[in-house]
């Protein structure tokens, strides 16, 4: 661990009482879950991206809800 974030981890753990391995372990446990969301997001873009390969730019209008002819809507 670098040495300027094992000051800073003694510095937290001296102000909250605790042990420092506690400090450091409640870090790596939120560094993880922020990985692990940073994966699924990235998951979820690239699911989004594949189901809507192929789609043209109208089709992907329509897709939206737009209507792209203002005449047609006015007939209705």
């Known amino acids: 661990m670098p040495s300027d974030?094992?000051?800073?981890a003694q510095k937290i753990a001296r102000s909250r009482n605790a042990n420092l391995s506690t400090v450091i372990s409640e870090v790596v446990s939120?560094?993880?879950?922020?990985?692990n969301?940073?994966?699924?997001?990235?998951?979820?873009?690239d699911n989004q991206r594949k189901a809507f390969t192929g789609f043209s730019e109208?089709?992907?209008?329509?897709?939206?809800?737009v209507i792209l002819?203002?005449?047609?809507?006015d007939r209705r």
């Open 5 to 8: 974030s094992l000051l800073r």
């Open 30 to 35: 939120a560094g993880l879950r922020l990985e």
């Open 58 to 65: 109208d089709e992907l209008a329509i897709l939206d809800g």
């Open 69 to 73: 002819d203002p005449a047609a809507a």
């Open 37 to 45: 969301a940073k994966r699924r997001r990235n998951q979820i873009l």
